[in-house]
Structures are given as C-alpha cells and as structure tokens.
C-alpha cells in the first residue's frame, strides 16, 4: 500500500486553488502549516473544520443569495457570514484545547498515566552517600517495586548538571527496556539534581511523581558560607548550593511549568539546608514533616531513614493519586 501523502503534496498538482500573495505568483498557504504524525504529514484538524463551511460559503446557497443582493447588503451579508465562520474557528480551537489529552489553561498534557508506576530511581544528596537511601530502596522494594540507587560520579561533589545526566541516562535506560515512566526520589542535593533534569530533560513526560526530601531548591546558607570563609572547601556542587547561585537561578524555582507530580518533604529541625523551607517548590506538594505528624523530631540526616517519612513515601509511590499527607500516614 502507498503511504498517505502529505496535504501539501496533494495540494501541489493543483496550485490553482492557493492564493498567489507574491509577486511571482507563487503559491502560499491559507492560514495553517501542516504537521506531522507518524512520520506523515497531516492537515490540521482545526482548519479541515472550519474549511467545510468555508467551501459552502463559496458554493452553496449563500453564495447565490448574495449574489442577488444589491452591493451594500451583499457587503453586509459577508462581512456577517466572515463572522460566523471566526466564532467557528474559535469554537474548535478551544475545543481542541480542552479535549482530553490536550492542553488546558496550563498548557501543559497529561503526562504519565499516574495509576502504571516504573521503577524507582533514588539520587544521593551532596558527597554521594548511598547508604541511607539503600535503606529507603529496601523498603521501596518490600511492597514489590523496582528501586535503584544512583552512584554519583567522582566524590558527589562535582557539578549537580552532571548528575542530572545520569540521571538522565538511567531514565533513558528504564524506557527503553518498557518502563511506562520512572519515579525519582531526590535526597538534598538530589532533589535539585531532579529538578534540573525536570526543567532540561522533559521531565514533565517521563516522570510519573517526584519525591525530594530536604532538598535546598532556594540553596542553603552552610554552602555560601563556606564559599565565603573556606573557598578551598567548597566544590563545584557546593558552589551551586549557594543561595542566588547561576544553577539554581537558571531552575526557576518560583514557576510551577513544566513539572511533574512532585512531593517535597522537608523537616523545620534542619540544620544542614538553612533555611529549612528552601525546600519549598512552587507547584509542588511542599510538606514539613512536623505539619503532619507533631512533635516528630528528624535532623537532615534521617530523613531517608525516619519511619514516618518512609510511610509518606511509600504512600507517595503508590498507584493512588498523589496527595498531600496525613496524620493517618505517620506510624
């Protein structure tokens, strides 16, 4: 069978239908360019609709109408039939825009079916460390998930940009082998290595949820200190931690486009990312683990390990749409 051709290839035998606007007389298309689908070009829908009325108006009755109409009602009879047709178009382009699985007022579409989890991917927080967080991931795969444990290159101190290409390279890994999308779990500074990959890497389509635990989104205080007083003491990673930092400029924290389903828990006892709510991230779920479950008392360092943290998570993972947290969930 011949594949379909594309609309402008059906179009180019007959150039008598184009409207000629340069002065060569060159063809030019009527308001649309056509797109792709499945590797073959096709017609937008929006002007295949609208182009229905549009023939009638040059053809059918209206066109005899007017042409029995003196000349300033027939002008009338055009200028509101050219009405008719603009409400026309813009009917379908809102529907089109509101059609499930299209954009809606956030432009953005749905992303990863929230109820078909992949694999867990966990990302170690500043040095590498992965002890805590292959504690978390033997919890993870107690209820019979997939969960893996990134090891940073280098010391885990070098740049967080790195990082998140490994990331990357993983996610990219998990698809290929038929994951329907990855969760991502970001320790700190792997929370941020989460959020770069996010905004740079398409995130919003490959990431079904995100989980950060104490992650310095805004920076922490300690790293600025240390690039101040100890500049020998404060690596690429620890330079990009910096409150006001190029990297974490360029993140645009305070927007929520763009990002997938993302949980952010954080503890007010830190005293490693300081302030404690530069774990907060605009569109996020943003959760202090003490708004949920009083009196709890978790440094930066348990967080990965804190029972109650490690049942908010596993809820987070589960194939039920994410919500915040409740006191329900703290054991």
Do not use: K
């Not at 096709?42 to 549009?54: D, F, I, Q, Y």
């Not at 700190?188 to 290595?193: E, L």
């Not at 763009?258 to 830190?270: A, Q, R």
Request: proline share 9%.
């Amino acid at each position: 069978m011949r594949p379909t051709r594309c609309v402008q290839c059906q179009l180019a035998p007959n150039r008598s239908r184009l409207r000629t606007g340069a002065a060569d007389g060159a063809p030019r298309q009527l308001g649309h360019r056509p797109h792709c689908e499945n590797g073959q070009r096709t017609a937008s829908r929006t002007v295949e609709t609208v182009s229905g009325p549009l023939q009638r108006l040059r053809h059918g009755r209206l066109a005899t109408r007017l042409s029995g109409m003196s000349p300033r009602r027939r002008l009338l009879g055009i200028v509101v039939a050219v009405a008719v047709l603009a409400a026309a178009a813009a009917g379908v382009a809102t529907g089109a825009a509101h059609a499930p699985g299209g954009s809606g007022s956030t432009g953005q579409q749905a992303g990863p079916r929230q109820n078909q989890p992949g694999p867990v991917l966990l990302v170690p927080g500043y040095g590498g460390s992965t002890g805590a967080l292959d504690s978390l991931a033997g919890q993870i795969r107690a209820t019979g998930r997939s969960a893996t444990v990134l090891n940073l290159p280098g010391t885990g101190t070098g740049s967080l940009v790195t990082d998140a290409a490994l990331l990357n390279s993983a996610v990219n890994n998990a698809l290929a082998h038929g994951a329907p999308s990855v969760d991502v779990i970001g320790y700190s500074a792997g929370g941020v290595v989460a959020l770069i990959w996010a905004r740079r890497d398409n995130g919003f389509n490959r990431a079904r949820r995100v989980i950060t635990l104490g992650s310095p989104f805004h920076g922490t205080s300690l790293a600025a200190d240390a690039q101040a007083f100890v500049p020998g003491a404060c690596p690429v990673a620890c330079q990009q931690l910096a409150p006001g930092s190029p990297l974490l400029a360029s993140l645009d924290v305070a927007s929520p486009a763009g990002l997938p389903h993302w949980l952010s828990l954080w503890t007010t006892d830190d005293q490693v990312v300081t302030p404690p709510d530069s774990a907060r991230l605009a569109g996020a779920i943003d959760v202090p683990v003490q708004s949920v479950c009083p009196g709890v008392s978790i440094s930066h360092s348990q967080l990965p390990t804190n029972p109650d943290v490690t049942a908010i998570v596993l809820q987070a993972l589960s194939a039920a749409p994410l919500r915040p947290p409740t006191p329900a969930d703290c054991v």
